[in-house]
């Protein structure tokens, strides 16, 4: 029943992205890795008026898992986070939020919303491609996903 969808990554950071993707592949996954930059890509990727706009769009089918920035520009992951469980289609998205802070607070708000996992992304070079790696596998090939509504 877990069908291959896609990974979308919220990172604004290039080098980031480079090292999540690099990550994601050393690790095995062949999924498509759809890279949005902020805040505001995220919920135009889901067809979300991202300034609270009324009603929602359908997009494209839905991702097996976002891996969210914490910060990023125009609108941050939690922001984000806060958004996409308000909607009925990404109310049960599977959302990892892959971040380099260790507050206290940001860990406690996104568990608040909901977040299904809070990875602090390591500084080792090799603990960052073993930990984003394994994340990617667990998320998109171990977990199974929400069905979409109405599918």
């Given at each position: 029943?877990?069908r291959?969808?896609?990974?979308?990554?919220?990172?604004?950071?290039?080098?980031?992205?480079?090292?999540?993707?690099?990550?994601?592949?050393?690790?095995?996954?062949?999924?498509?890795?759809?890279?949005?930059?902020?805040?505001?890509?995220?919920?135009?990727?889901?067809g979300?008026?991202?300034?609270?706009?009324?009603?929602e769009?359908?997009?494209?089918?839905?991702?097996?898992?976002?891996?969210?920035?914490?910060?990023?520009?125009?609108?941050?992951?939690?922001?984000?986070?806060e958004?996409?469980?308000?909607?009925?289609?990404?109310?049960?998205?599977?959302?990892?939020?892959?971040?380099?802070?260790?507050?206290?607070?940001?860990?406690?708000?996104?568990?608040?919303?909901?977040?299904?996992?809070?990875?602090?992304?390591?500084?080792?070079?090799?603990?960052?491609?073993?930990?984003?790696?394994?994340?990617?596998?667990?998320?998109?090939?171990?977990?199974?996903?929400?069905?979409?509504?109405?599918?």
């Open positions: 029943m877990n291959r969808r896609h990974i979308l990554l919220a990172e604004d950071d290039e080098n980031d992205v480079a090292l999540t993707t690099l990550a994601l592949r050393r690790g095995g996954l062949r999924h498509e890795i759809v890279v949005v930059r902020d805040g505001v890509e995220v919920m135009e990727h889901f979300i008026h991202p300034h609270g706009g009324k009603g769009a359908m997009a494209g089918e839905m991702p097996g898992v976002l891996l969210l920035d914490l910060r990023m520009p125009r609108l941050d992951g939690l922001e984000v986070l958004r996409l469980r308000a909607q009925p289609r990404t109310r049960n998205l599977p959302v990892v939020m892959l971040t380099s802070s260790r507050q206290e607070q940001d860990l406690l708000r996104s568990y608040d919303l909901r977040v299904n996992a809070f990875v602090v992304k390591p500084v080792e070079y090799d603990d960052f491609l073993r930990a984003v790696g394994e994340t990617g596998l667990f998320w998109c090939t171990v977990n199974e996903p929400p069905p979409e509504p109405g599918r």
